[in-house]
């Protein structure tokens, strides 16, 4: 009763928040939505949107599950160090990390630099975007993987290897499957903290519409503007999300728990 309390005190506060023309808000964006639908540049936005989310997921499981191998299965100089600097987007402030990414990736940072010869550009671009989601949601990944990275016993890899598996082989069907609960419960951890960031993105994103604009920078421009119902409909659509993310994770959670009791 407590978790229902909790979840839904801040969707009765979204429905009421926007005044009362709130239903009358939704008919209104239900009609906007179709209308943008209806014209020939919108599907191109939104099969780009999705192509961006599923690319960076998937960059991000790679990238999280190579980063604990690394720190579970070798020893080197420095190891204490990047092992904590990890946790350093849990700690850094949301604004500083944008300012820093966006200084690092401009064409006249450390890495935009490198990059600029090549004609890539990522500050202020879409690109800045899935970088700094990358930046904040890698961490949860790599904190997921490596426990359950580090109980799986050398043993049993061994044994593969003596039966005549190739190394491939024992990857894809000795380690892979107790890693892959946990992969994915570490992408969803990060797609919901990446579904509400907007500290850093709005430093390091043109925060063009149809380009780079976000929705947490969206609702924050339609409070500037004294849409609160354009806001309070936003803000639902984000919280529907992120409770389909919630029960996802803990789907997941049980998934794992019950392949580990095996």
């Given at each position: 009763m407590a978790v229902a309390h909790h979840l839904g005190l801040p969707v009765v506060y979204a429905v009421f928040a926007g005044g009362g023309d709130v239903h009358q808000g939704f008919h209104r964006a239900a009609?906007?939505?179709?209308?943008?639908?209806?014209?020939?540049?919108r599907p191109g936005y939104l099969q780009r949107d999705f192509y961006d989310i599923a690319g960076g997921r998937a960059i991000n499981?790679?990238?999280?599950?190579?980063?604990?191998?690394?720190?579970v299965r070798y020893e080197f100089p420095g190891k204490r160090i990047f092992d904590a600097a990890i946790d350093l987007p849990f700690a850094l402030p949301t604004a500083v990390a944008g300012l820093s990414l966006a200084s690092l990736y401009s064409e006249s940072g450390w890495i935009g630099s490198l990059?600029?010869?090549?004609?890539?550009?990522?500050s202020f671009t879409r690109l800045g975007v899935g970088v700094a989601m990358l930046f904040i949601s890698l961490p949860f990944v790599v904190r997921t993987v490596q426990p359950v990275l580090a109980e799986i016993e050398r043993d049993v890899e061994e044994a593969a290897w003596s039966l005549g598996a190739s190394p491939w082989q024992t990857f894809w069907r000795v380690i892979l499957p107790p890693l892959l609960p946990a992969i994915l419960t570490g992408l969803a951890l990060g797609f919901s903290r990446a579904v509400g960031e907007y500290g850093s993105i709005v430093i390091v994103a043109s925060n063009m519409p149809f380009q780079d604009l976000i929705a947490p920078v969206l609702i924050f421009q339609r409070l500037e503007q004294y849409d609160y119902t354009g806001a309070t409909v936003i803000g639902v659509v984000l919280l529907g999300m992120s409770l389909i993310s919630l029960f996802w994770i803990n789907w997941l959670q049980a998934w794992g728990s019950r392949y580990q009791d095996r």
């Open positions: 009609g906007r939505i179709l209308a943008h639908c209806h014209q020939s540049d499981g790679v990238l999280g599950t190579l980063v604990a191998w690394i720190f990059l600029a010869p090549l004609g890539i550009k990522v």
